[in-house]
């Protein structure tokens, strides 16, 4: 039991990792490890190290030398969304019923689709939301879409995984100020949700499978099929001069060194303000702007964010972390201030903004109707 | 013993299964997971090593997306999460290695703050650097001032380099170089990329420090070496596990071997008590055969033993009844000598040995008697019989005793009650007790009889005396044989086996015998039979006593032929001689041994052979089978002359062969009956007629008036009149009175369709004319019989006159017959 719970938690752990690849079939290799363990040891490591080797989709893809800065081909660290997972249909559609359930929260009026609005980009278009207590919470709601893909949760990143950020929305007392115990007990009231964990999850109403079904659902929004993408697999003439014009400031201006990954964003933490005082001309700073230090205590954390993905950028204003910033052109231009020490002209900032239009992907919630993201 | 063996047999197996499945659950399953623990040790060092991988990637430059380097560290969080929980599943895990993991942990998780914050420094180190370097051609070309340009591109140069970053000589001179830069991009303020250009330099100076110190810091996190060390640790540790798991093999080996080794020795233990229970029913049941095998040598031997005494009493009864044939026989033959009358005294002499010898013979008789009863051949016919009509006969014969004892008898009971006996025996013990009543009565008494019935199902007969009664203590000895109760030194006569006798015989008929006494006044003994319910023959008493005489009819010779007498006792081959002189036209021929008698035998081819069974050398048994064996002599009629008289004997000699057979001392009417009768059938089978001898003899005469008739049975006659004791000759006068009577009622019993009564008539006529050896009678009273049996009377007028018409026939005879025996009577009472 025990053991089998051990291995569930690897398998979804470690889901999709190249490390994985040392599967059980090994095991029998691995008990005769007294004869063998150092080369096995070295064999392991050798065949792990030669599968973990990325391919970059940019040194693949990008081989127009003319066409593009060198810079860009030597190793622009951006890659094309993957396909959305295969997961199981009746969770991912469970996961959808639950995101758009407002009896989770107290008092039944606020789901997760309160403030992530599938059909406005994954969220509310708020500064800040407004949960069941009906006050502002500290920071902006970011988009769900490819959430799966971040490496952390919140804007202060205290949220390893996707499970363990819904603890956050539905314990506050300012979102759902509800808990697993009362979203059990509702759930256990629906005949309807009964039947669907009966024949999902043998009839398991819990924390965990509760969070597996959302998780599984936000899973499936992935929002592939940018222009982007689809640029930078090798459609050279789809950019525009503009967009092309952008992507090329994207990178020489060094916005990349961040907003990087597959999300353009969403792995790794920066210091909001690096060569310009962000918070100090902004004024009125509170716990929420301290960032990565609430989560660490280091003061050296100290008004560190998680990058936020750029990839719909364009459906998720209001921008930062506060959500101060309604304007994408707005938040361009404090980004170049504040983090790269530049003051961008008009021209630059709009080919910038016409570039980060490129990264609006398609889903059947954001385009219900199949149209071709602008 | 062995259930419970195979009780504990099944246990055993039952604990070994139980042992097993909980082995696998104690021992293997946690074996599975110590490797499964090293499993993911061992991957969380090949994800270290890809982390390591990752970040010396983004360092050099190789790659600038932290995807990777996120992967990386996602891994391997997961992986030691998984195995944390693992090492919760296993709390037999040593102190040692949970630390060491706990350890790794902790540095892991130090290593991920280090991460996160290398990637922040990297992401803008390398933007910096990126910045810098490439805007540099294009400033560096509006730029005039050489020495900035050279300030520029130093900087530049140390700055892209990350692996001078630490070279300290010349931080100072970066330093200032930034210095003098600033200087000049501030004073051309409308540079905005030199400004730019300078900022990032600054920065990067700044946060070189950092930088490197972070990403020393993450190289050198020790984790690598902690896993090693853990890998090292945890060998250690699985191989004790290991050695655990193997004694705990070897024990649960040893114990599942004893234990099997128990069930066998339980197996072994059934099958061998088994065995030794089939051993023990196989000795069992040999010593059953055993002992049968020697019961049956005991019968064997009992019987043999009870052989020898019948035996025993044979050849005593042989060995009397010879002398004792001299004895009578001679006397007989002195008394009947016509010729030479006896003188009177003489007459007492030979009456005196004559009566000895009686004496003795009936002694005799009587041991015989009691041999033939324990030799279970005593046959017995049980009619109903009237008491009273016994007594009667009794009471003649011992009246002459109880005379000369001046006993008095007395009367006899009048009663009804019938019961069920054989007439002559119940005779025999009535006489015993009444001559022993007179016998040891005192003078002058008495002797009482009582008949009554003391039930529905039985009668008391009783004999009361008057004599000095027996004690109590001796009453219980009073019926066993030859024990005479102090009297044997008395006066009166007796063998001492009479009571014996009658007990057995009373109980052969189904009763009782008993006795009471009371010393000084008497005795009474008793005996109890079964009531009959039914009519018995109307018998009248006999009224007259005679003594056993022989038979007038015998006194001489009627038949003629020759005769061969095998005999090697000379006394006996001299009585017969006489014997059968006195019988008229007989040539008689004798031989000394069977050998001689199968020679003279040829030779002279008599019409009888006499034959003594007991012969020296061949035997007479033997010389017969050679006389049937040879074609000359095979059909002369040969008659066995023995002194053996056991049935056994002559049931024995009837079987070889022997065409008769006479006993020792000759009854000489016996034996004359059975000379007749054979040398009759001879001439009759021969077809020749009757030879008649003009012998004026009343006797032979008799016998050759009925000769003729053909339809008596002669000899059938004889013998009756013979072998019945005097005082039947009552009886067979009855029986012939009857006859006629019978027919009578017969004829008109016939017409009235009682078919019971016709064959109880029927019955009746046969068993009278029977007695006559009336045979046509006799065989058509069977026919009646058998009609009135099947309720079919058609036949039977015509067969009751063919009996008249035999009757008128046989009659005169029959009334001759029994005025001869009156006469013979007559003659010897008067006598």
């Known amino acids: ?374 | 013993m062995s259930r419970n063996l195979l009780i504990s047999g099944v246990l055993s197996i039952l604990l070994v299964i139980g042992i097993y499945s909980s082995y696998q659950r104690w021992f293997q399953l946690d074996v599975r997971l110590y490797h499964y623990l090293l499993e993911q040790i061992q991957e969380l060092r090949v994800s270290d090593a890809l982390l390591d991988k990752s970040i010396l990637e983004l360092r050099t430059g190789i790659s600038l997306n932290y995807d990777h380097v996120n992967n990386s560290a996602t891994a391997m969080r997961s992986i030691s999460t998984s195995i944390d929980l693992t090492v919760e599943s296993l709390p037999e895990l040593s102190e040692s290695v949970t630390k060491a993991i706990d350890g790794i942990g902790e540095l892991n998780n130090a290593r991920f703050v280090d991460l996160e914050r290398y990637k922040s420094q990297h992401a803008i180190y390398r933007n910096s650097t990126i910045f810098v370097q490439t805007q540099l051609v294009e400033v560096v070309q509006e730029i005039d001032d050489k020495s900035i340009v050279a300030a520029i591109v130093e900087v530049s140069d140390f700055l892209r380099d990350p692996l001078l970053q630490h070279k300290q000589r010349k931080t100072d001179r970066v330093s200032s170089e930034i210095d003098i830069l600033s200087e000049y991009a501030d004073a051309n303020s409308d540079n905005h990329v030199l400004i730019s250009i300078v900022r990032h330099m600054r920065l990067l100076q700044m946060r070189g420090d950092d930088i490197s110190s972070t990403m020393t810091s993450l190289m050198s996190s020790g984790v690598t070496g902690s896993i090693d060390a853990l890998l090292k640790l945890y060998h250690t540790e699985l191989i004790n596990v290991q050695d655990r798991v193997k004694a705990a093999n070897i024990i649960l080996s040893v114990v599942a071997i004893t234990l099997l080794f128990m069930i066998a020795f339980a197996v072994s233990r059934i099958f061998r008590d088994r065995k030794s229970l089939l051993n023990l029913t196989q000795s069992l049941e040999n010593r059953v055969k055993e002992r049968t095998a020697d019961l049956e040598l005991a019968m064997i031997e009992a019987e043999s033993a009870s052989e020898s005494k019948s035996q025993f009493l044979a050849s005593m009864s042989h060995e009397l009844r010879t002398p004792l044939n001299s004895i009578i026989g001679f006397g007989k033959m002195l008394e009947l000598n016509h010729e030479e009358p006896l003188s009177p005294d003489q007459k007492i002499a030979v009456g005196h040995i004559k009566n000895g010898g009686a004496h003795l013979l009936s002694l005799v008789d009587e041991v015989l008697d009691l041999s033939k009863i324990e030799a279970r051949e005593l046959e017995l016919s049980v009619e109903h019989v009237h008491p009273a009509h016994v007594f009667g006969d009794c009471l003649e014969l011992v009246r002459g005793l109880a005379d000369s004892k001046n006993v008095s008898l007395g009367a006899l009971m009048e009663s009804d009650n019938c019961v069920l006996a054989d007439y002559g025996r119940l005779k025999q013990v009535l006489l015993n007790l009444l001559s022993n009543a007179v016998k040891y009565n005192r003078d002058g008494g008495s002797v009482n009889f009582g008949c009554e019935a003391l039930s529905d199902d039985t009668v008391r007969i009783s004999v009361s005396d008057s004599g000095n009664g027996i004690p109590n203590e001796n009453l219980s000895e009073m019926f066993t044989p030859f024990n005479r109760l102090g009297m044997e030194a008395s006066q009166i006569e007796g063998t001492g086996i009479g009571l014996t006798i009658s007990k057995r015989l009373i109980e052969e008929m189904g009763g009782r015998i008993g006795c009471e006494s009371e010393v000084g006044i008497g005795s009474t003994f008793w005996l109890e039979l079964p009531r009959s319910h039914g009519n018995a023959l109307a018998q009248p008493v006999a009224t007259r006593e005679t003594q056993h005489r022989v038979n007038p009819l015998l006194q001489s010779g009627s038949v003629t032929g020759d005769i061969l007498y095998v005999e090697d006792n000379p006394a006996n081959r001299d009585l017969m001689k006489m014997i059968l002189g006195r019988m008229g036209n007989l040539t008689l021929h004798i031989a000394h041994t069977a050998e001689i008698g199968i020679v003279m035998a040829e030779e002279v081819h008599p019409d009888l052979i006499l034959m003594d069974i007991n012969l020296p050398g061949m035997s007479g048994t033997k010389a017969l089978s050679v006389l049937r064996q040879n074609e000359n002599t095979k059909d002369i009629p040969v008659v066995a002359a023995s002194a053996n008289a056991l049935p056994h004997d002559i049931r024995t000699a009837m079987e070889s062969g022997f065409d008769g057979y006479i006993t020792k001392p000759f009854d000489i009417p016996v034996m004359i009956t059975t000379i007749s009768n054979l040398l009759e059938g001879v001439d009759v089978d021969k077809g020749q007629s009757v030879s008649v001898a003009n012998n004026s003899s009343r006797s032979t005469r008799v016998a050759l008036d009925y000769a003729p008739l053909g339809e008596l049975d002669i000899g059938r006659i004889l013998s009756a009149v013979q072998m019945l004791p005097p005082s039947y000759r009552a009886i067979l006068e009855n029986q012939a009175n009857s006859i006629p009577v019978i027919l009578r009622e017969l004829q008109h019993v016939s017409s009235t369709q009682d078919f019971k009564a016709v064959e109880t008539l029927a019955h009746k006529l046969k068993t009278n004319s029977g007695t006559f050896g009336a045979r046509q009678i006799w065989s058509l009273a069977q026919e009646v019989e058998n009609f009135a049996r099947d309720e079919a009377l058609e036949e039977i007028p015509r067969l009751l006159d063919d009996m008249e018409k035999e009757y008128d026939i046989v009659a005169p005879v029959i009334a001759r017959l029994m005025a001869d025996l009156e006469a013979d009577a007559n003659a010897l009472n008067s006598e």
């Open chain 1, 1 to 374: 039991m025990i053991r089998s719970c051990a291995l569930d938690a690897l398998t979804s752990e470690v889901d999709g990792g190249a490390i994985l690849a040392i599967g059980n079939e090994r095991y029998e290799m691995i008990q005769k490890f007294r004869v063998c363990t150092l080369f096995g040891l070295c064999l392991i490591g050798v065949l792990a190290t030669t599968w973990a080797t990325p391919l970059y989709a940019a040194d693949v893809n990008v081989v127009n030398e003319d066409s593009v800065p060198i810079y860009v081909i030597a190793g622009a660290p951006v890659s094309p969304l993957p396909e959305k997972p295969a997961v199981d249909e009746g969770i991912a559609e469970l996961g959808s019923r639950l995101f758009h359930e407002t009896r989770l929260s107290a008092n039944g009026q606020v789901s997760c689709a309160s403030c992530h609005v599938l059909e406005q980009g994954g969220d509310d278009g708020m500064a800040s939301s407004i949960g069941v207590s009906g006050k502002q919470i500290g920071t902006n709601a970011p988009t769900v879409f490819n959430v799966a893909m971040n490496f952390s949760f919140f804007w202060d990143g205290r949220a390893e995984t996707m499970e363990d950020q819904m603890d956050g929305p539905v314990h506050s007392p300012d979102e759902m100020a509800s808990s697993w115990a009362d979203i059990i007990d509702v759930l256990n009231a629906s005949a309807e949700y009964q039947q669907s964990f009966d024949d999902l999850y043998d009839g398991e109403i819990s924390e965990r499978t509760i969070k597996d079904a959302i998780a599984t659902f936000q899973r499936t929004l992935v929002t592939g099929g940018s222009k982007f993408d689809r640029f930078i697999s090798g459609d050279r003439t789809l950019f525009s001069a503009a967009e092309l014009q952008g992507y090329e400031s994207f990178m020489s201006l060094g916005c990349v060194s961040c907003h990087q990954g597959v999300l353009l964003g969403g792995n790794l933490y920066q210091r909001l303000g690096i060569f310009e005082d962000y918070f100090g001309d902004r004024g009125n700073v509170s716990a929420a702007d301290y960032g990565r230090f609430n989560v660490t205590g280091a003061e050296e954390d100290r008004y560190y964010f998680k990058v936020p993905s750029l990839r719909n950028v364009a459906l998720t204003a209001p921008y930062l972390h506060d959500g101060s910033v309604p304007y994408l052109a707005d938040v361009v231009s404090i980004m170049a201030y504040y983090q790269l020490g530049l003051s961008l002209d008009t021209n630059q900032i709009e080919y910038l903004v016409a570039f980060l239009k490129t990264l609006t992907g398609t889903h059947q919630y954001l385009n219900p109707n199949g149209d071709e993201p602008s």
